[in-house]
């Protein structure tokens, strides 16, 4: 007789105590340490790529707003310079795709794996229940993404604070709103907002279909028509 078939005893394991959160808090990192570093890699070298990129935008700014006559060849080569400065992250659209990937590759594999490999039927016998272990799984990673996410977007609002200055009409080819479709999702709690979206819709296709690679393609599938949806693009430019 092993552990896993020993008999349940009611009556003697009501009154065990459960296992302490703190204890889960450390099975968790265990478990998804490597994910949990994958994000943190991600957003730290992204995060260095938007500080290096602002400071050039905010430097070229500086100069072109301070440069008269506007008229000027000078001041027009200033401008021109400006206005031509990353224009990758300009429109805001490739840095959408951020949220999507923590979703799918930290998201989709939190249930989905274990419910894969069918190692959840010894997890659901160490002393800490099946209910408890999803919501530690899922709660303690959710609020490292989201947070992650969230100071992340501290940085994103800095950087587009050129684009957005009031006066500076004259700066742009075309005009730059801190409510269009591509950049209001990165500013402020809607970046963090939409990164905890992707994440739960993961962990939710990883609960339904048990599998870890469709899993985490439904949840890509799954966020691009949330993010490309109608009603999204009418809220964010209303």
């Not at 990937?101 to 190692?119: K, N, Y």
């Not at 993404?145 to 992340?152: I, P, Q, R, Y």
């Not at 279909?209 to 949840?219: C, H, N, Q």
Request: hydrophobic share 55%.
């Amino acid at each position: 007789m092993t552990a896993l078939t020993v008999p349940a005893r009611p009556a003697q394991d009501a009154g065990l105590r459960p296992v302490p959160w703190r204890r889960m808090a450390w099975v968790v990192w265990r478990q998804h340490r490597f994910a949990v570093t994958g994000v943190a890699t991600l957003l730290g070298v992204l995060a260095i790529y938007v500080w290096i990129a602002g400071r050039q935008l905010h430097h070229a700014y500086a100069a072109a707003i301070a440069c008269h006559p506007a008229s000027s060849i000078a001041c027009g080569d200033l401008i021109s310079r400006f206005n031509g400065i990353d224009n990758v992250l300009t429109n805001g659209y490739v840095l959408q795709a951020v949220p999507a990937l923590i979703g799918a590759f930290v998201g989709a594999p939190v249930l989905a794996r274990e419910l894969e490999t069918g190692t959840f039927r010894y997890a659901w016998t160490q002393g800490f229940g099946r209910w408890r272990w999803t919501l530690a799984k899922l709660v303690l990673l959710a609020v490292v993404v989201a947070a992650a996410a969230g100071a992340l977007s501290v940085l994103f609002s800095w950087y587009y604070q050129p684009y957005f200055a009031a006066g500076n009409q004259r700066l742009f080819l075309s005009e730059v709103s801190p409510f269009a479709t591509g950049l209001f999702p990165l500013r402020g709690v809607a970046f963090a907002t939409w990164t905890l979206a992707a994440f739960a819709i993961g962990g939710l296709a990883g609960l339904l279909i048990r599998r870890v690679v469709p899993s985490l393609v439904a949840t890509l599938a799954a966020y691009t028509g949330l993010a490309s949806s109608p009603g999204r693009s009418y809220a964010t430019t209303t």
